[in-house]
């Protein structure tokens, strides 16, 4: 079996890849990370490292690279043979992936009628559909309908912190023993791929908001109010005893919405939370502030992880989450000279205001109650 994945990163590397290696298929990334991929290339194998005390290492063997932007024939031909297709680039690279992949179904539909499903594995609720539209759009109607019938594009939520690397070897990737790849069954197309320790549900939407309302919320909470009060790492700002309490209280309110909408037992959602506050204190990892707060527009945005629980906060409870809003403004200051979303916030900030500014980026009117709100404390 053969998959060929999109983005040889930290995620692509320490876990889908780890994963489907294990899970007996030869994978094929596809970067435009040049000595990345001639590293994978040159290796054609990389260790996977588990931040415990024990540092368990797995070899992923018989890995091939494929450089996109020096090689696109070669993305074609492997997308049209693949038994599986996979991507963690990113949210906003899918649309820039779609082009080849569309191409590659093209080659496919002439040579190869066996079903074939791609996975987006990106931080974002709908990440395949969002890929699959991009594709469409580079289809004709023949063409688009031939996918529609043979190609599955089921969204997934993964779960596992891959912090930035710092290791001898190029390839090596420390990452944390937790991981959780859920994927959704009702979108499959021809059999089940075969994945060792991949969930396949039919309620995906539940476990998605559920990941991304506490994991990323709280990583986000703590990156950004860690970064505020000049924390370095989210280890250090989660044993700052105040901004715990601050991000426990953001997850209390993303909790409640959760509970209300999806029915989670409330003891069961605590201990879920916990677990999670014990994955950002783990001391093997050293996982800057910087990097978990990275992208604010995105995360700023109305249907991602802090804005899109608050706004159901205020429709279900006709309050307004405090906590949220605090985390909101503190994600608004964040200013880091590596991340160019970071500086655009500033200056959009700075020349517009912070009500214009973030109207702008939610998309909310100016005189909605969570504008209002962020306005007042920031
Ligand atoms: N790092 C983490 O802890 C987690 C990350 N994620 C998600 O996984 C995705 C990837 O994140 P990371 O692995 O951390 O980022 P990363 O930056 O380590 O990896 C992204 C890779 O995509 C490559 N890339 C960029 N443009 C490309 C293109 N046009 N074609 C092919 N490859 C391209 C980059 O060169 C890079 O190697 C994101 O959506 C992120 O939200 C999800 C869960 C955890
Ligand atoms: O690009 P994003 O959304 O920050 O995705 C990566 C984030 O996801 C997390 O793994 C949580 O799942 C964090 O480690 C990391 O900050």
Excluded at 343 to 348: H, I, S
């Amino acid at each position: 079996m053969k998959a060929t994945h999109f983005g040889a990163g930290n995620i692509g590397r320490g876990f889908i890849g780890l994963l489907l290696h294990q899970s007996g298929y030869e994978v094929e990334f596809v970067d435009v990370n040049e000595t990345v991929i001639d590293e994978i290339n040159k290796e054609k194998a990389y260790r996977v490292i588990l931040a415990n005390e024990e540092k368990q290492a797995f070899q992923v063997k018989g890995v091939s690279g494929i450089n996109s932007g020096q090689a696109p024939e070669a993305v074609i031909q492997a997308i049209s043979t693949a038994n599986l297709v996979t991507t963690a680039v990113g949210p906003h690279i899918l649309k820039f992936v779609a082009p080849l992949i569309a191409e590659g179904l093209k080659k496919r539909m002439q040579a190869n009628s066996q079903p074939v499903n791609i996975i987006a594995c990106e931080n974002m609720v709908g990440g395949s559909s969002e890929l699959k539209k991009h594709v469409l759009e580079k289809l004709t109607a023949d063409e688009a309908a031939w996918v529609q019938e043979h190609v599955g594009f089921p969204n997934s939520a993964v779960d596992r912190i891959v912090p930035n690397q710092h290791n001898e070897k190029l390839l090596d990737v420390l990452v944390e023993p937790f991981h959780e790849w859920v994927i959704d069954s009702t979108e499959l197309k021809g059999t089940k791929p075969d994945i060792k320790e991949a969930l396949f549900v039919e309620n995906l939407q539940a476990y998605i908001e559920r990941k991304l309302f506490t994991v990323n919320t709280g990583h986000a909470a703590t990156a950004y109010l860690g970064n505020l009060a000049g924390h370095t790492t989210i280890a250090d700002t989660i044993s700052d005893e105040k901004i715990k309490q601050a991000v426990l209280g953001t997850l209390e309110e993303t909790g409640k919405v959760l509970i209300a909408k999806y029915a989670f037992q409330a003891d069961e959602h605590q201990k879920y939370i916990e677990k999670i506050i014990g994955r950002f204190a783990n001391p093997n990892i050293i996982d800057d502030v910087q990097r978990v707060g990275r992208a604010p527009l995105r995360k700023l945005g109305a249907k991602d992880r802090l804005v899109a629980p608050a706004l159901e906060y205020m429709n279900e409870f006709d309050q307004v989450p405090e906590h949220l809003v605090n985390v909101i403004v503190a994600a608004l200051k964040f200013v880091s000279e590596e991340d160019q979303e970071s500086l655009t916030l500033k200056e959009k900030v700075q020349e517009k205001g912070v009500g214009p500014a973030f109207s702008e980026i939610t998309g909310l009117t100016l005189d909605h109650p969570l504008v209002e709100k962020v306005v007042a404390l920031y």
